[in-house]
């Protein structure tokens, strides 16, 4: 197959050859546009255009300087590169930015930009302006760099087994074991090496806690979940909806938690099912192992997308071609997966923590679904068309786990191992889908109670998880790992109040995968065709595009909980 590299668009505003080496070499591209005469419709469209260059520019530069570091945070040069662009660029930045959404929102032309684009950025615009305040310049700067500590302490986190050393990740691998005394002391290892940072953790909450509080209440807000409700641009739904998603998950979905647990308490004929018995398979076997290192998973997923769609293992295959690609577990890399959009190339770039598990596999999945919307948006006509909310990017990435599905068979030998990866993926859904739920009623606690003390955080966490959790597991004896297991979220430390969205999108995707398995065609067409939106429509618009609805009603979290319990039935 000849692979084509899209070619960068050329830049029409910044020099070919500028680099983002200093603010003083920075600063005259937004002096530029802030003393522009803007007479005309054409001169307020080009304005765009040119402001969107100078974001595209800065937010590349700062993309690899993030993805250099979380590849190794053991590199010093690369973590001061980073730390250089939060600390020097961004505060920098910021008022200049709130002066030109300022200057685009006086101009007597706005209201002439009838394309339905603009009308949504204008809208993030408005509330930009409305929120932003010059004292809360440095309050951010540090919140980030207070947050990047999270992944360093992570990244950092290592344990000892059979003589060898293990990042967590490769250590969790173990829990899948059919050996049930390894499984438990793996186990053990990995919540005493996350308690040992547990008191430095709790006191990086509760500063970021209170710098977040101080941001909200310089911007007039009584809390900060309100405030990040407009600084995320929710516009499309409220913290009420969110009570309404977590009330839902309770209802409809934690019962079938309690069922599932039962059923592999029985399967696994013991007295207890403890934590370290929830990734083992129930009947006994081996853990499946999809592939075996980095290149296989790449092959394998290439293929998978390419049966789907030959446009979608393209995708994959381009990204592999430019370097795009960071698949490994290894030791001082920085935990989790993600897929960074590369606003100027428009090629972006997936970083994950691969060991040999079905979950890597999917978390391929996931993120080259990221990656096909970074394709189908990189050529709207500015950066903020592009800048999708994650209600929508993440169904892309989770409805891209199921639409593969149909296709797994290149990873597995046999029929029986085929069928097992797709009951382990929908039982990992429905499991999804009560964490995300206790994570996101946690976080609306914490910030309606920021001056918590420690008990009560405890407590408050007790509560909650307990309501979102099945009653089967037993956990005595591990209280202080259950008080403190909320420590390994990362999102509550790096982009909080950013978790409640995989619920919401984990729901769109079933729906989108029950459209495509009544009609594979008509299905998937929607799905892309909804992705190609960008964010040129409201959410509900988008998800309506894709023939789904943006509901967290219990009657229809019930209906698509149906359709996902027919399909496990189907796969026994």
């Known amino acids: 197959m000849t692979i084509k590299i899209p070619i960068k668009p050329p830049r029409t505003f910044i020099p070919e050859n500028f680099n983002v080496e200093s603010w003083e070499l920075t600063e005259p591209w937004f002096k530029d546009l802030l003393d522009r005469n803007i007479n005309s419709k054409e001169d307020l469209v080009r304005w765009f255009k040119d402001s969107s ?17 979380t590849c190794d945070t053991a590199n010093e040069e690369a973590v001061k590169q980073y730390q250089f662009f939060i600390t020097e660029i961004q505060p920098k930045a910021a008022p200049y930015t709130d002066k030109l959404n300022r200057k685009a929102l006086e101009s007597p032309f ?53 003589g060898k050393e293990l990042t967590l990740q490769q250590a969790g691998v ?29 006191e990086l909450y509760t500063k970021l806690i209170g710098l977040r509080d101080e941001v909200a209440r310089n911007a007039d807000f009584s809390n900060f979940r309100d405030y990040m409700f407009d600084a995320m641009g929710r516009f499309d739904y409220t913290p009420q909806d969110c009570f309404d998603f977590h009330e839902s998950i309770a209802s409809e979905v934690v019962p079938l938690l309690n069922d599932m647990a039962k059923k592999r308490q029985n399967r696994l004929s013991i007295k207890e099912l403890k934590p370290w018995d929830k990734a083992v398979d129930p009947t006994g076997k081996e853990a499946l192992k999809p592939f ?18 030959p446009y979608l293992g393209e995708r994959l295959s381009i990204m592999n071609k430019m370097g795009h690609l960071d698949l490994e577990s290894r030791k001082a890399k920085a935990p989790g997966g993600y897929n960074y959009p590369l606003a100027e190339t428009g090629v972006p770039f997936i970083f994950m923590n691969a060991t040999s598990t079905l979950r890597d596999m999917v978390t391929l999945m996931h993120e080259g679904g990221h990656a096909v919307h970074s394709f189908l948006t990189k050529d709207l006509e500015l ?35 085929l069928k097992r990866a797709k009951r382990e993926h ?20 914490v910030y309606e109670n920021p001056n918590h003390k420690l008990q009560e955080r405890k407590e408050s966490w007790n509560r909650v998880f307990d309501e979102f959790s099945d009653h089967i597991t037993n956990w005595d004896g591990l209280q202080e790992i259950k008080d403190n297991s909320w420590q390994k979220q990362l999102h509550l430390f790096e982009v909080p109040f950013y978790y409640i969205e995989y619920g919401m999108a984990q729901l769109g995707a079933i729906a989108v995968w029950k459209n495509y398995r009544e009609n594979p065609k008509k299905g998937l067409g929607q799905y892309l065709e909804a992705l190609r939106l960008g964010y040129t429509r409201p959410i509900p618009e988008i998800y309506e595009t894709a023939g789904i609805r943006f509901d967290f009603s219990r009657a229809y979290i019930s209906k698509l909980m149906e359709f996902v319990k027919s399909e496990l039935e189907r796969l026994y």
């Open 426 to 445: 929908l039982e990992q859904l429905i499991e999804t889908l009560p964490w995300v739920a206790t994570i996101d009623k946690f976080q609306h606690w």
């Open 53 to 69: 260059e100078l974001e595209s520019v800065l937010s590349e530069d700062l993309a690899w300087r993030y993805i250099r570091m």
């Open 174 to 202: 173990l829990l899948q074991s059919t050996d049930r005394a390894l499984r438990e002391e793996v186990y053990h290892k990995i919540a005493t090496r996350r308690l040992a940072d547990k008191k430095t953790l709790d």
């Open 292 to 309: 075996n290192t980095g290149n296989e998973l790449l092959e394998r997923s290439v293929s998978a997308f390419s049966k789907l769609r």
């Open 110 to 162: 706005i209201d002439v930009l009838d394309q339905s684009g603009y009308k949504i950025m204008m809208r993030s615009i408005r509330t930009e302006v409305k929120i932003f305040r010059e004292e809360n310049i440095p309050l951010q700067t540090e919140i980030q760099t207070e947050a990047q500590k999270y992944g360093l302490l992570s990244g950092a986190m290592t344990v000892e087994v059979d």
């Open 383 to 417: 950066s903020a068309f592009k800048n999708t909310p994650s209600e929508v990017a993440e169904l892309a990435s989770m409805a891209m786990e199921l639409l593969s599905m149909d296709h797994w068979d290149v990873f597995f030998d046999s029929e029986e191992e």
